[in-house]
T-cell receptor, first 113, second 115 residues
Framework: GAVVSQHPSWVICKSGTSVKIECRSL??????MFWYRQFPKQSLMLMAT?????????EQGVEKDKFLINHASLTLSTLTVTSAHPEDSSFYIC?????????FGQGTRLTVV | KNQVEQSPQSLIILEGKNCTLQ??????????LRWYKQDTGRGPVSLTI?????NTKSNGRYTATLDADTKQSSLHITASQLSDSASYIC??????????????FGKGITLSVRP
């Protein structure tokens, strides 16, 4: 089945630095990638939708200048958390779909210290 | 606008009890509906998939129902266990031709099972 590979699985960074999270579709071309964030004991919250070759669509309340999304190719979408702060510490996960089925990345646990 | 609404937003039950999670959708044309279980810090795992013609489908202690006329689905968990504590996400697929069928995600239901 289709696989989405997300890296890194966990990362610790200092406050003020930037972190890049990658999601790759390994055996199919993903024209759309959804990026979710999950705080402890809460459900997945959609942050943005990226489409290959165009600008991402951000959900209300998500800062597009802080969470940079790039979907330059059909097999790679990236989320960069810029100038990270402790409140950005969260679980980030990407997902795409094919033939009516969602495929999720493994998720990234980001801790900002 | 295609939407998927889940209720309740969160739920706390005692171990051994049953519970039912709801999913209402306005997605059209409907293709299929999936329930996912997501443990905190891990990727979602598919529990069941329901197509238009299916009314009930079971996967162990999980039983999903679908009423395509009212556009409602439920996920019933029997004899809950502590390991059932997770988020449960309803995802509805729109029927399009081609590989890129569009999905609409519910916001999920947080279930906590207490001893």
């Amino acid at each position: 089945g289709a696989v989405v590979s997300q890296h890194p699985s966990w990362v610790i960074c200092k406050s003020g630095t930037s972190v890049k999270i990658e999601c790759r579709s390994l055996d199919f071309q993903a024209t759309t990638m959804f990026w979710y964030r999950q705080f402890p004991k809460q459900s997945l919250m959609l942050m943005a939708t990226s489409n290959e070759g165009s600008k991402a669509t951000y959900e209300q309340g998500v800062e597009k200048d802080k969470f940079l999304i790039n979907h330059a190719s059909l097999t790679l979408s990236t989320l960069t958390v810029t100038s990270a702060h402790p409140e950005d510490s969260s679980f980030y996960i990407c997902t795409t779909y094919r033939w009516g089925e969602a495929f999720f990345g493994q998720g990234t646990r980001l801790t900002v210290v | 606008k295609n939407q998927v609404e889940q209720s309740p937003q969160s739920l706390i039950i005692l171990e051994g009890k049953n519970c039912t999670l709801q999913c209402n959708y306005t997605v059209s044309p409907f293709s299929n509906l999936r329930w996912y279980k997501q443990d905190t810090g891990r990727g979602p795992v598919s529990l069941t998939i329901m197509t238009f013609s299916e009314n009930t489908k079971s996967n162990g202690r999980y039983t999903a129902t679908l009423d395509a006329d009212t556009k409602q689905s439920s996920l019933h968990i029997t004899a809950s266990q502590l390991s059932d504590s997770a988020s449960y996400i309803c995802v509805v697929s729109v029927r399009y031709t081609g590989a890129n069928s569009k999905l609409t995600f519910g916001k999920g239901i947080t279930l906590s099972v207490r001893p």
